[in-house]
């Protein structure tokens, strides 16, 4: 379920950021807050990006950083920030992004079923316009779980 993967902690509103590594930097920053992940698994997502292009813009205004399981993932969690402004990863269609997810995933498979609800959430237009429009952690938790 959603609500195994995030918590209010991993959640963020609103940041301000420069640049696409920087995005990446705070998602990360969360997870390692919160013991997810170790500190190079946020240099790992940021690499992943430069070696493998910005893949990881999945959908219009979204990227889902990640890297692999030993790469420095402690426990299987996401987390979720909005931005305040666009910022483009270098995607020719889905750029500029506004919602930055980071996954960290324990191994392959735990986390299919969590991320297909995921999914599901964000193919909504109307949760997704409330997950990008509300400057509460705890509103965009409750969205998620709500769901």
């Not at 209010?8 to 930097?25: F, S």
């Not at 979720?80 to 992004?97: A, C, M, R, S, Y």
Request: proline share 3%; hydrophobic share 40%; no cysteine.
């Amino acid at each position: 379920m959603i609500k195994d993967l995030f918590s209010k902690n991993t959640i963020a509103t609103n940041l301000n950021v420069d640049t696409w590594q920087d995005a990446v930097k705070a998602a990360g920053s969360l997870m390692l807050e919160e013991g997810l992940i170790e500190e190079q698994y946020i240099d790992s997502m940021i690499n992943k990006v430069k070696e493998l292009g910005p893949y990881i813009v999945i959908a219009p205004g979204i990227a889902m950083p990640h890297s692999r399981p030993e790469d420095g993932v402690n426990k299987t969690g996401m987390s979720l920030i909005t931005l305040e402004k666009g910022i483009n990863f270098g995607h020719e269609k889905n750029d500029p992004v506004t919602l930055v997810i980071a996954l960290a995933a324990k191994d392959n498979k735990s986390h299919i079923s969590s991320l297909a609800e995921l999914m599901d959430v964000l193919g909504n237009q109307e949760l997704l316009n409330k997950i990008l429009s509300s400057d509460s952690s705890e509103e965009i938790y409750e969205l998620l779980n709500k769901n």
